[in-house]
């Protein structure tokens, strides 16, 4: 481990001097870009934060005060756990790859680049909204998610620039001039180019589409290319807190709205200056539509391709699964044919991006559960509900037909009609944007959400999380 170069890692960059120069080149790039894109207006402040010192599953963090241009982003693998086998696919027990196998490098550099491309989009979407911060616990919060993408982008580059040679070194400059929601050069999955400006949609993005980047880190740390499984492993146990934050963050927000509607007269939340729940579940229904594109196709020659050559396997591959080929079973599709929603018998290997969409989705709705015993805790008789897949998509199988929320086929004008009550609205977005007034004094929460039940390592809710350079 060596946290003394001018880059942390424990990939022993300072025995490599080319890919340390190249690296230590891309380095105030970075930092220009977190300069011009990172959180505006907290630069100088000083945030409590956790930086990644080791990969020892007991002791990997520190936490202190740390301006974010001085945090010290690092490269950190997963160590090797002796001789690794290719788990699944056609090359299944050959010695996992070491360096990227010259027919699959199209392929490899092509999975990379684009879940390289998520990473500094989050912080670009989200750059604007620590100016309205529901507390100083959630400010802290958003910007450690924000500087754990960073690292993120750091371990999908250093991949880049280890592996790739000159192609590498271009895509990772390609990665820093992208901007999300650039109408000339917008970030590559269309989920990282939606405004994130509301706090609502904060919790829902954390929630939901961190969610997508969880599955597919956990199909790559099954990756038969061992650098990228193990780098994919750690960044996972970053992921973990951002999906806590979105978890927990919406069931704060539920929890205010359940008490809120209970304690209006008209039973209504917005009067007592919180979300009602149809807003928030409208919310879930934009994110999840929206997220659930991430898993692609649900029938994809790419997704064989990727499973087949051993690059990408399933969620738990190794735990869960007995069969690795992905040649013997099927998969039961739902689809529509004349007119009716029926289902069909898909090879397994073309239907990999649904398995995990399966995988995702099982993860959402027991999130969902949790929510309504929280509202269940209130007495309150509503129930918060996933939308199914088939609602509101623009791609994949079901994007020529038109579903409600519970998956149903509906007409054009019956969606027309519906998305009133379904999606949000232009009234809507005005009211959750109205609610962003920041509230900065330590110990306390705006009225839309609820305080966290602790707060973070140990500390207590009314803890300086972040620590102003110039008073608000
Ligand atoms: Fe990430
Ligand atoms: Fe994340």
């Known amino acids: 481990m060596s946290l003394t170069d001018s880059i942390p890692n424990n990939v022993d960059l300072g025995s490599d001097r080319k890919l340390l120069r190249a690296l230590e080149k891309w380095q105030p790039d970075f930092l220009s870009w977190w300069r011009d894109m990172g959180p505006e207006g907290f630069q100088e402040d000083q945030i409590w934060l956790r930086t990644a010192i080791s990969v020892h599953a007991g002791g990997w963090a520190n936490y202190d005060y740390v301006k974010m241009p001085d945090y010290r982003w690092g490269i950190f693998l997963t160590p ?128 939901f589409t961190d969610r997508d980047g969880k599955y597919q880190l956990s199909s790559l740390s099954e990756s038969g290319f061992d650098p990228l499984a193990r780098a994919t492993q750690f960044m996972l146990t970053e992921e973990a807190f951002h999906l806590f934050v979105g978890e927990t963050g919406l069931d704060r927000i539920i929890r205010r709205a359940a008490e809120a509607t209970v304690k209006d007269p008209n039973g209504d939340a917005r009067n007592q ?44 591959e190794q735990k869960k699964y007995s069969e690795h080929s992905g040649l013997e079973g099927i998969y039961s599709m739902t689809v529509v044919k004349d007119g009716r929603v029926t289902t069909e018998e898909v090879p397994l290997r073309n239907a990999m991006n649904e398995v995990l969409r399966d995988e995702y989705i099982d993860d959402c709705e027991r999130a969902c559960e949790r929510w309504n015993k929280t509202i269940a805790s209130t007495d309150l008789d509503f129930r918060l509900r996933i939308p199914s897949r088939r609602f509101n998509r623009g791609m994949g199988i079901y994007a020529d037909h038109r579903f409600d929320p519970q998956g149903n086929l509906v007409s054009d004008a019956e969606f027309e009609k519906g998305c009133k009550t379904w999606l949000p609205t232009d009234e809507d977005r005005a009211y959750v944007k109205s609610l962003m007034v920041p509230c900065y004094e330590p110990g306390q929460f705006a009225p839309w959400i609820a305080p966290p039940a602790k707060g973070v390592k140990g500390q207590s809710l009314d803890f300086e999380y972040v620590k102003f350079t110039n008073p608000r």
């Not at 690794?84 to 010259?102: L, S």
């Not at 982008?153 to 620039?161: E, G, I, K, Q």
């Not at 539509?289 to 029938?299: D, K, M, Q, R, Y």
Request: charged share 25%; net charge negative.
């Open 80 to 207: 090797r756990s002796g001789e690794r086998k290719i788990g699944f696919g056609d090359n299944a027990k050959y010695d996992a790859w070491e360096e990227v196998p010259g027919e699959l490098r199209g392929m490899l550099r092509r999975i990379i680049v684009t879940q390289a491309d998520t990473e500094p989009a989050s912080v670009e979407q989200q750059r604007h909204l620590g100016k309205c911060a529901p507390s100083l616990y959630d400010l802290r919060n958003l910007f450690q998610v924000n500087v754990e993408e960073g690292r993120h982008l750091w371990a999908m580059v250093h991949l880049l620039h280890q592996y790739f040679g000159r192609d590498g070194r271009e895509e990772a400059e390609a990665l820093l001039a992208r901007r999300s929601g650039d109408q000339d050069k917008p970030r590559i999955l269309s989920t990282f180019n939606e405004t994130t400006d509301e706090w609502l949609s904060f919790f829902c993005f954390t929630m």
């Open 273 to 316: 200056g919180a979300i009602d729940l149809p807003t928030i579940q409208k919310w879930i229904n934009f994110w999840v539509s929206s997220a659930v594109e991430l898993f692609g196709g649900e029938i994809s020659s790419n997704a064989a391709d990727y499973f087949a050559t051993g690059l990408k396997g399933r969620h738990n």
